[in-house]
Nanobody, 114 residues
Framework: QVQLVESGGGLVQAGGSLRLSCTAS?????MGWFRQAPGKEREFVSS????????IYADSVKGRFTISRDTAKNTVYLQMNSLKLEDTAVYYC??????????WGQGTQVTVSS
């Protein structure tokens, strides 16, 4: 099992920026971010292939969010710009060594205000 710890959540005004961090206890093939808003199910946000740095984004965040990683620190980041009210959610870090997303962090709250 891989332990994941998220940080960087908080309150930000619409149009502002926030950066989330997730540090893993071990290495994996891919890491990513999901989010869950009140009354909604968890949805995919972004992921990165660890070795190659290849990135993928949900359509809702393309052009606004950027995922990156620091291989030395075993940490993945999510830079969130131009935040919208609908971005408000608990953001979860996830990891996989191949296949399903089976390792999850505890989440960090992101609240976007008007």
């Amino acid at each position: 099992q891989v332990q994941l710890v998220e940080s960087g959540g908080g309150l930000v005004q619409a149009g502002g920026s926030l950066r989330l961090s997730c540090t893993a206890s071990g290495s994996m093939h891919r890491m990513g971010w999901f989010r869950q808003a009140p009354g909604k199910e968890r949805e995919f946000v972004s992921s990165i292939i660890w070795s190659a740095g290849w990135r993928i984004y949900a359509d809702s965040v393309k052009g606004r969010f950027t995922i990156s990683r620091d291989t030395a620190k075993n940490t993945v980041y999510l830079q969130m710009n131009s935040l919208k009210l609908e971005d408000t959610a608990v953001y979860y870090c996830a990891a996989t060594r191949g296949g399903s997303w089976d390792d999850w962090g505890q989440g960090t709250q992101v609240t976007v205000s008007s």
